[in-house]
């Protein structure tokens, strides 16, 4: 159990560190955003890197950080049935979805994103706009980084849903409990 216990420790600890750092890009996002329009409409000028490098920091971004959203439960859910549920009832429904759904999921990401990678990597593609950025190929590594930071999320949920059913969710710190136990401390 305690093994279980520093898989999400150590897992949550990873997505959170990621999700802190590439948060950052928002910030990014918004400067060179700015910049554009304030080069288009207050100068009439443009630059398509300056498009490109906007667009692929969000993409970055957001890939970066599901992972840590996954963390901190801020995916979107229907949660009719799951908010008001019992820890219990919510770890099965955690395990079931990890396992049939997310995982799977994450793996035809990988096997279908591996070679869409590598084949990036091999031409060090740029944008497709004429004087856009290089280094697609790095933006499309983040495809990767994306599967395995959700797929070790997931893995984090079983470990963490499969101490709730031994009861012994208690050997976490609050911040990676289950978001009603760590509200009610």
């Known amino acids: 159990m305690r ?10 600890g990873l997505n959170r560190l990621v999700g802190h750092i590439f948060s950052w890009f928002s910030v990014g996002v918004v400067l060179v955003c700015f910049a554009v329009v304030v080069l288009r409409y207050g100068f ?11 667009v692929w920091l969000s993409g970055a971004m957001f890939t970066a950080v599901a992972g840590f959203a996954l963390f901190r439960d801020d995916h ?9 549920a019992s820890l219990r009832w919510k770890a099965i429904a955690d395990i079931i979805g990890v396992v049939f759904f997310l995982l799977p999921f994450m793996g035809v990401i990988l096997v ?4 869409y990678v590598q084949r990036s990597w091999r031409f060090f593609e740029g944008s497709a706009n004429p004087g856009g950025m ?10 990767l980084g994306f599967a395995i930071l959700i797929a070790l999320q997931g893995i984090a949920m079983i470990c963490r849903s499969i101490l709730v059913l031994a009861d012994r969710e208690d050997m976490l710190p609050p911040l990676y409990r289950y978001p009603s136990t760590a509200a009610e401390e």
């Open 134 to 143: 290089p280094g697609l190929f790095v933006l499309k590594s983040f495809i």
């Open 112 to 115: 279908w994103g591996i070679p």
């Open 3 to 12: 093994m279980l216990a520093i898989a999400v420790q150590a897992i949550g």
């Open 76 to 84: 979107v859910r229907v949660d009719i049935f799951y908010r008001p």
């Open 44 to 54: 009439g000028t443009t630059y398509l890197w300056m498009q490109d490098l906007y």
